[in-house]
């Protein structure tokens, strides 16, 4: 509550791109059409779900994080503790996740309040909650992998942004993927991106049949793991790179 | 006259400097420069598998055509590039006033909104012109205009990008003026870039009127994009182009009044 003013500030900044967006998608939906099978309400609530998903656990800027306190030799007493890095840093953007959620479900309560239903069933609740926490590993293990990465480039600014756009595209966060071409919404189900933004909101939408949810989950619990051994391996060998400057 | 231009010269040969030192900054890590030439070229690109994505369920935005829209658009990612390319969308000044830098910047004899403006700019950005560039020759020569419509609708669209780069930069230099009272600015830079992002679609898509009058008058932003846009395809109109400077000119005004004003109640973070 120290930055009273910026919570506030962000806040109103978030809820006027959102505007903007639903301007937009009132505009499209003014000629008639329905898109990909989605009607305006069911955009509507993807794109409040994308924000609420952006709020509160894409907006940490963990990589950034993660790669200055490497390159300013910061790792340095990290290394001396008998702390896991990883698990370290996880543990503190979960807190920070925490603190977000309570905040922004007052809004999505006042969202429900405006007549939307938010999820369509009672079990797709309960899958949106797991396809939830698996968003929160799989963006925080592609954002420390790319954190680390500055083992190797030395300055990871280039690499983090270009990433971010890339993920932001094929998460799902710009525009549901299955309103892309078909070629380009393949490629995107090949790619763990997906399980940020697109699987937990078409969970809690009812865009998925409940029967398929259980597998896409597990599919998206392997490539958690995937990322993890991943970013176990690229911590452990950068490691042994890491030249430690600072006092 | 002799002052002024001596004034001028000084002040490009300061701009060129601070220039230099942002490539040869970008350049001590040349592949992280490259990278950042990539992100924005793929960002762009993305920006308009999006637009494409939603012309091929629609035919036209608000009254507008695909290679229309396309204009707007690039348009915005003209501006955009030359408000990073040039100053950065000011974003110095957070770290200057929290790590009491800013008063180095104040005690020098040049403008202080000038050396804030110039402090940080980023070359790779020039890569975001270029590339809107390509976009807007892309969608302009599908326009079928003739020879001279083509020349008179250019010239008139240059004049309203240069009112339109003003308007952009007293917007931004309205909101960081802010943090010198607040300090903390990710907020406000989070806003900055919302408010000036808006303006990459045709403002015709505000289709309630309350909507129309915050974002083309409050915040001029069909001024950024879709007015310029507008001009190019449909002709000069003599009220717009009034109209584009008279909202240059109060926002540059009231921006430097706003920066001037907050000045008074900066408080030194240094020792």
């Known amino acids: 509550m120290a930055y009273r003013f910026n919570a506030f500030v962000f806040l109103f900044s978030e809820l006027l791109s959102l505007v903007v967006v639903i301007y937009l998608w009132l505009s499209i939906y003014k000629q008639g059409n329905t898109i990909a099978g989605y009607s305006l309400r069911a955009l509507i609530i993807y794109y409040i779900f994308a924000k609420f998903i952006t709020l509160t656990i894409k907006s940490l800027d963990q990589a950034r994080i993660i790669g200055d306190q490497i390159r300013h030799g910061e790792l340095n007493g990290n290394l001396l503790k008998p702390i896991n890095y990883l698990f370290e840093k996880f543990f503190s953007s979960l807190g920070q996740i925490s603190f977000r959620i309570i905040i922004y479900i007052i809004i999505a309560l006042f969202v429900y309040l405006l007549g939307f239903d938010i999820f369509s069933s009672a079990p797709a609740f309960i899958y949106f909650i797991l ?76 865009r998925l049949p409940i029967e398929n ?30 030249e430690a400057f600072s006092v | 006259m002799k002052l002024f231009l001596f004034n001028a010269r000084r002040y490009l040969k300061i701009w060129a400097i601070h220039w230099k030192n942002s490539l040869m900054e970008r350049m001590a890590y040349k592949y992280n420069f490259i990278l950042m030439i990539l992100g924005v070229v793929i960002q762009m690109l ?51 006033i929290r790590a009491g830098t800013f008063d180095n910047i104040l005690i020098k004899p040049v403008d202080s909104q000038f050396l804030l403006s110039v402090a940080r700019v980023d070359p790779e950005d020039w890569s975001r012109v270029i590339t809107a560039i390509i976009v807007f020759i892309y969608a302009f020569q599908k326009l079928g205009l003739t020879a001279f419509e083509l020349i008179k609708n250019l ?54 009127k309350a909507a129309r009058i915050l974002f083309s008058t409050l915040i001029p932003l069909a001024f950024i994009a879709t007015v310029p846009a507008k001009i190019l395809i449909w002709g000069p109109r003599f009220d717009l182009i009034f109209y584009s400077f008279i909202l240059a000119a109060i926002f540059l005004y009231i921006s430097r009044k706003f920066y001037l004003n907050a000045l008074k109640h900066y408080a030194s973070a240094s020792s």
């Open chain 1, 131 to 206: 396809s939830f926490i698996l968003a929160i590993i799989i963006n925080f293990l592609i954002y420390y992998i790319i954190g680390v990465s500055v083992f190797y480039f030395g300055y990871i600014v280039g690499f983090n942004f270009i990433m971010m756009g890339i993920i932001s595209f094929f998460s799902g966060n710009l525009i549901p993927l299955d309103i892309l071409p078909s070629w380009l919404y393949g490629f995107a189900r090949y790619l763990p991106f997906q399980y940020i933004d697109f699987i937990p909101i078409s969970i809690a939408t009812g």
């Open chain 1, 213 to 242: 949810i259980s597998r896409i989950l597990f599919i998206g619990l392997i490539w958690a793991v995937i990322l993890y051994i991943f970013s176990f391996f690229i911590y452990k060998i950068g490691v042994k790179k890491y």
């Open chain 2, 46 to 96: 993305l920006a308009l598998i999006f637009i494409k994505v939603i012309f091929s369920y629609i035919s036209n935005l608000a009254g507008w055509s695909f290679n229309e829209a396309l204009i707007v658009t690039a348009t915005y990612m003209i501006i955009d590039g030359l408000a990073w390319a040039t100053f950065s969308y000011i974003s110095g000044i957070n770290k200057h």
């Open chain 2, 155 to 208: 010239f008139f669209y240059i004049i309203f990008i240069i009112c339109a780069y003003f308007i952009v930069y007293s917007i931004t230099l309205l909101i960081k003026s802010i943090t010198i009272r607040v300090i903390e600015d990710s907020s406000l830079w989070s806003l900055t870039m919302n408010i000036i992002k808006t303006s990459q679609y045709p403002t015709d898509i505000f289709f309630h």
